[in-house]
């Protein structure tokens, strides 16, 4: 490159995006020479449009700061200077970028997230294992468009009519039991600068425990690596220059999120990159939630931490004279970028969508629900595994099927997704529903005194290596049990604690269980409960639950919550 073929401003910008970006204002390169691609990665947006305060610590600063990242129209800002700088930027996603969403967003079936990232131009995303929450069909609703939908509530009310997504989900691991096939398009290519880029998707294969059974009957998940690498011979034989792979899996590391070339990753994702096809040295993972651009058995292996906050930016060096793949890929440089509002000016027609959606939804969302008796309901479980708004939960749930029969009420405590808020009227819709997101409906069931004994014995127990306690169950009043954590997993009820009403439970009478649709069918390992008889789907809905029993309860002079647990569960050591 000579200098003088670029203007004083062009050659600033690019000495700024330093070996990142390739600028749009380059001379052309001669035919077959290296080029720069580069990529944006999302992953794990989770409907989160507005942006958010959050402590970070990075590699310059190890204290953890403060700050407001996140908000689409920032996430539209930082495309257009990095689109600026090179006008053939592919954005692309790693799956989660809908489900389990804030209520701006999921009071209408999230389809203004739709929207947005349409705006944004993604390109292409994996699935993850939220886009199942409401099943396939509405997947698939959310690809094609369309308002035949199983929330009909709430489909096609933000705007009259859904188009769907403009970019492409890819699933080559969910392959549907008739055809055999995958549901969705295993792999998309893309070009910039004259080359090809394939990107394969995958979802975590434990999918199917984390959703409803019901919505997901139709497919099945099969092993991550086989998947993608299945699909390698195909995409090599159309001349692509780099596969890159888009997987909703991850691990975590203690490394700051903007470390170069992190070293210590750790979770499923390592195991599965290490069984790639040799092909594949670039990896976007999502679904842990965690900041990292890792080196892992000579592959480059990134996520974007969550929500918005930030995005990774990633370069591709390819030399298209280089006969066969990988040796095409010639380097790889990534980091992750905070969404600064003070750094990246906010895209206008993002900020506009964004400001007549919130004004839009404020009317629904402002209306005050019910006073609760504290500001603020603790989602945290305690070192028994108990949680201030597990407890109201459960009991919002026993008090919307006693009447139908139940005795217990048991919820999963990873289906809590928020804590309880109390605004200056009370706790508001926006603020209840961000508690329960997930839309499942309460199920009864019976089970005997022996089973609820060994459903109990199927937690997580807060043990480490055992999911730390995401896997604990939140119970209704009236059920108390001890539990011994020096005891081997399978033992660690304490034998005669567990009571309801104060009575030993019988291990030879039934009881009638109120559970939620997604562990009734054996989500989040409680495998037990798809023993339950005389099963019936109720058809309440859990934030309906909660709402109705926040308004009771104020209506009756005695607002629900409390700073601490009402120690139904007992960790005796």
């Not at 998707?201 to 993608?228: L, P, Q, W, Y």
């Not at 089970?447 to 896997?471: N, P, Y």
């Not at 399978?490 to 109120?514: E, I, T, W």
């Amino acid at each position: 490159m000579r200098a003088t073929s670029f203007s004083r401003t062009g050659l600033a910008s690019c000495l700024a995006a330093f070996f990142l970006t390739a600028c749009s204002g380059m001379p052309s390169q001669p035919p077959g020479a290296p080029v720069i691609v580069n990529l944006v990665a999302i992953n794990d947006l989770h409907g989160h449009l507005e942006a958010e305060t959050k402590s970070f610590a990075s590699v310059t600063d190890a204290n953890p700061r403060k700050l407001k990242v996140g908000g689409i129209d920032t996430i539209g800002g930082a495309l257009n200077a990095w689109r600026a700088e090179d006008s053939q930027l592919l954005l692309v996603g790693a799956g989660d970028l809908i489900g389990a969403s804030p209520a701006l967003s999921s009071i209408w079936a999230d389809e203004p997230t739709i929207a947005a990232l349409n705006q944004l131009k993604l390109r292409v995303s994996s699935v993850g294992n939220h886009e199942f929450d409401q099943g396939t069909a509405e997947l698939l609703r959310y690809q094609h468009g369309g308002c035949q939908s199983n929330r009909q509530d709430k489909a096609c009310h933000y705007e009259d009519k859904f188009p769907g997504a403009t970019f492409s989900y890819l699933a080559a691991n969910v392959i549907v039991n008739d055809s055999g096939r995958p549901l969705l398009s295993p792999y998309r290519i893309e070009q910039a600068h004259g080359v090809k880029i394939a990107f394969i998707g995958a979802v975590v294969r434990e999918t199917e425990k984390m959703v409803s059974a019901d919505g997901i009957a139709n497919v099945h998940f099969i092993d991550e690596a086989d998947a993608i690498n299945q699909w390698v011979p195909e995409i090599k034989a159309q001349n692509v220059s780099a596969i890159v792979v888009l997987i909703h899996q991850g691990g975590e590391t203690p490394e700051p999120f903007d470390k170069a070339g992190c070293s210590q990753l750790r979770g499923p994702i390592v195991d599965i990159v290490k069984r790639l096809d040799p092909a594949i040295k670039l990896v976007i993972s999502a679904h842990s939630h965690n900041g990292y651009t890792c080196q892992v058995d000579g592959r480059t292996v990134t996520q974007g931490e969550s929500f918005g906050h930030m995005l990774t930016r990633i370069a591709l060096t390819i030399d298209p004279r280089n006969a066969s793949l990988p040796e095409k890929i010639t380097a790889i440089s990534a980091r992750n970028v905070l969404m600064d509002p003070q750094r990246f000016a906010p895209d206008p027609a993002l900020a506009s969508f964004l400001q007549k959606l919130k004004a839009r939804s404020d009317v629904v969302l402002a209306q005050p629900i019910a006073r609760i008796a504290v500001p603020h309901i603790d989602k945290q479980i305690d070192d028994a595994g108990e949680s201030p708004l597990g407890d109201v939960i459960a009991d919002s749930q026993l008090a919307a099927t006693s009447k139908l029969g139940a005795q217990i009420a048991l919820i999963n405590h990873k289906s809590i997704r928020e804590n309880l808020e109390s605004g200056a009227g009370g706790s508001n819709y926006a603020q209840v529903a961000a508690t329960t997101p997930y839309g499942n409906t309460l199920v009864l069931m019976s089970l005997s005194g022996k089973q609820i004994l060994a459903l109990l014995e199927q937690q997580s127990w807060l043990d480490q290596d055992r999911a730390g306690g995401r896997f604990m169950l939140q119970v209704s009043h009236g059920l108390r049990y001890s539990w011994d954590a020096r005891q081997p997993l399978g033992q660690r009820v304490v034998p005669g604690s567990v009571r309801l009403n104060g009575l030993a439970l019988d291990p030879q009478k039934q009881y009638r269980l109120s559970v939620n649709s997604f562990i009734a069918q054996g989500g989040d390992g409680f495998s037990l409960l798809t023993q339950g008889t005389d099963r019936i789907d109720t058809g309440i809905n859990d934030l309906d639950a909660l709402s109705h029993y926040l308004i009771a309860r104020e209506r009756e002079g005695h607002p629900v919550g409390s700073t601490q647990t009402d120690t139904r569960i007992v960790r005796v050591h």
